[in-house]
């Protein structure tokens, strides 16, 4: 080969080397599609004042939540044996359909006269039935009354009945009492869903239990609650209650002995009280909501609850303030965070595409996640879990606009280079930024 020749190949390296230095081999796409509904837990006892309801539902409306989600008592509705008293529940049902309010009710609340009789707690709501037919007669009952009302979507059969304080029973009286239950409505009321119980958390080994005990009546969703950072320890917290074997554990066990069903957080929020802030609250929700609608699987988010209760109400003082209003209904900070966040996640589908940001500093402090919505809209929300932080944010495709929204619900419009850029964004420990993207 001819020095000349030579020469040429060593320069035709030196321009090509600058690109191999610079490509990099594309990950797979991560991102994928799901559905995510909203419900709003709130509890109302036989002959509460409807006038009194319509007021929750309007705030239902405001928030753009179509669902509720609440107990159906049966102390209240059998008092007495074969006494059945349906009559303000029918008004209820009405009232909700005018409103467009679908209701997903559980149904729990032993009456003393149909139950087993464990008084070693000094109560006997949470009681098992003592006689199987009396359950199979109410529910029967029940659910043969209110077939007519189309929007009674599913029952929930109990709840919480994985701890003893809720169900003080076993898990062979619970298999008892569902089957029983799921047998009596998709009887009388086919199409009704019938769901497992709110399980208090994720609880791989009740649900494999029950499933593994029942597969003829399996399920409809497999329900449960999180409320990290008020009932748990200091060091559970939103990013963590999940634990990586949420899907390799919970999630596999509930396929493998109950089939493939939704998996639904119906019960989840965060209690304006000792010493916790509205900001705080607010802000846990705008991490909340985020991290469980990226969470695989998770279909469903409930949110305890539409507002404060009085401040003589039984029950502890920490859950009379879980409301994302006060119990005068003027809203919280967390009202305008969560509607803003329902707004966007009200859709057909929502596209979970956390690659979709590149982020520069913060180190693994940083927690993000990006949404897409059908209509091209995106949202990404970023936040540090320890301490102050200062980074940058490279969307991986250019938008048109970009909006700030802030936890109280105003907007700024913010300035970002290249239509993907976004420099020095302060972040605060726990206090989450939120931002829409429009599509290009």
């Not at 049966?74 to 529940?89: C, K, M, N, V």
């Not at 009321?189 to 399996?218: F, N, T, Y």
Request: with cysteine; proline share 5%; hydrophobic share 35%.
């Amino acid at each position: 080969m001819s020095t000349k020749t030579t020469m040429r190949l060593i320069l035709i390296i030196l321009l090509l080397l600058p690109s191999l230095a610079c490509h990099k081999e594309k990950r797979p796409s991560t991102a994928y599609w799901k559905r995510i509904e909203f419900a709003v837990h709130e509890n109302y006892d036989k002959g509460q004042d409807l006038k009194d309801v319509e007021k929750d539902f309007e705030l239902f409306k405001e928030l753009k939540i179509q669902t509720w989600r609440g107990e159906f008592a049966w102390d209240d509705y059998e008092p007495q044996q074969g006494r059945f008293d349906f009559g303000w529940l029918h008004q209820f049902c009405d009232l909700a359909q005018q409103h467009g309010i679908r209701l997903r009710p559980y149904l729990n609340d032993t009456p003393k006269w149909a139950a087993a009789g464990r008084t070693a707690d000094g109560v006997t709501w949470n009681d098992p039935p003592a006689r199987i037919r009396e359950w199979r007669d109410f529910v029967g009952s029940l659910a043969r009354s209110l077939s007519g009302h189309r929007n009674v979507l599913s029952y929930e059969i109990y709840n919480k009945e994985n701890k003893k304080e809720s169900w003080d029973g076993s898990l062979e009286e619970y298999r008892a009492v569902f089957a029983t239950a799921a047998e009596q409505i998709r009887t009388t009321s086919p199409g009704k869903q019938v769901i497992l119980g709110g399980l208090v958390g994720p609880d791989p080994d009740w649900v494999e239990g029950m499933c593994e005990l029942a597969r003829a009546v399996s399920p409809n969703a497999i329900p449960f609650h999180a409320y990290p950072e008020t009932s748990t320890p200091n060091t559970v917290l939103v990013e963590n209650f999940l634990s990586p074997t949420f899907l390799t554990d919970f999630v596999a066990k509930s396929d493998s002995q109950c089939g493939s069903r939704p998996i639904w957080l119906n019960e989840t929020g965060y209690a304006t009280y000792g010493g916790k802030t509205e900001r705080d609250q607010a802000a846990w929700w705008a991490r909340a909501i985020p991290t469980f609608a990226a969470t695989p699987r998770i279909s469903l988010i409930g949110i305890y609850e539409i507002k404060d209760s009085p401040a003589d109400s039984a029950g502890d003082a920490v859950s009379h303030h879980f409301g994302l209003t006060h119990a005068s209904r003027q809203p919280k900070m967390a009202f305008h965070t969560v509607r803003l966040l329902v707004d966007f996640f009200t859709a057909d589908s929502i596209q979970v595409d956390d690659d979709g940001l590149e982020i520069q500093g913060g180190d693994t402090r940083i927690q993000h996640h990006l949404f897409r919505r059908p209509d091209g809209r995106r949202l990404f929300v970023l936040w540090s879990t320890q301490g102050t932080a200062k980074v940058r944010v490279d969307l991986a495709e250019k938008g048109k606009q970009a909006v700030e929204y802030a936890l109280d619900g105003s907007t700024r419009d913010v300035p970002f280079s290249k239509r993907r850029t976004f420099k020095d964004i302060q972040l605060a420990e726990r206090e989450p930024r939120l931002f829409i993207i429009e599509k290009r």
